[in-house]
């Protein structure tokens, strides 16, 4: 019985280990994809504040999952995949700088 509750326990620990794992794998694949570069920097703070420093000097800071994927959706729409210099978001738009220069503000 107590091997039983032993290794039901073990499982347990090893499924709450890899879901949290597979959040942060979630936010470096991204960051890489945002930065088009090299990662210097990927943090996650107590508060779920995600960082991101990218080699190319470009910084990131986000403070939800879903800002997470609206970043990528505007990496693909408007900069064709070639990464974000800069990024940040208002109560109604969406102002980023894609790696070639373009200067864009989008609406919510």
Same mark, same amino acid.
């Given at each position: 019985? /107590?091997?039983?509750?032993? #290794?039901?326990?073990? &499982?347990?620990?090893?499924?709450?280990?890899?879901?949290?794992?597979?959040?942060?794998?979630?936010? @470096? /694949?991204?960051?890489? /994809?945002?930065?088009?570069?090299? !990662?210097?920097?990927?943090? !996650?703070?107590?508060?779920? @504040? !995600?960082?991101?420093?990218?080699?190319?000097?470009?910084?990131?800071? #986000?403070?939800?999952?879903?800002? #997470? /994927?609206?970043? @990528?959706?505007?990496? &693909?729409?408007?900069?064709?995949?070639?990464?974000?210099?800069?990024?940040?978001?208002?109560? @109604?738009?969406?102002?980023?700088?894609?790696?070639?220069?373009?200067?864009?503000? &989008?609406?919510?």
């Amino acid at each position: 019985m /107590e091997k039983s509750i032993l #290794l039901s326990l073990g &499982i347990c620990t090893l499924l709450l280990g890899c879901s949290s794992a597979s959040q942060q794998d979630h936010y @470096r /694949e991204a960051s890489f /994809e945002l930065c088009n570069t090299e !990662v210097d920097i990927y943090s !996650v703070s107590d508060d779920g @504040r !995600v960082r991101i420093k990218c080699s190319d000097g470009s910084k990131f800071a #986000l403070t939800q999952e879903d800002t #997470l /994927e609206t970043m @990528r959706d505007i990496n &693909i729409d408007y900069c064709d995949g070639e990464g974000l210099g800069k990024f940040s978001e208002s109560s @109604r738009y969406y102002s980023f700088k894609c790696k070639s220069g373009t200067l864009l503000s &989008i609406s919510k």
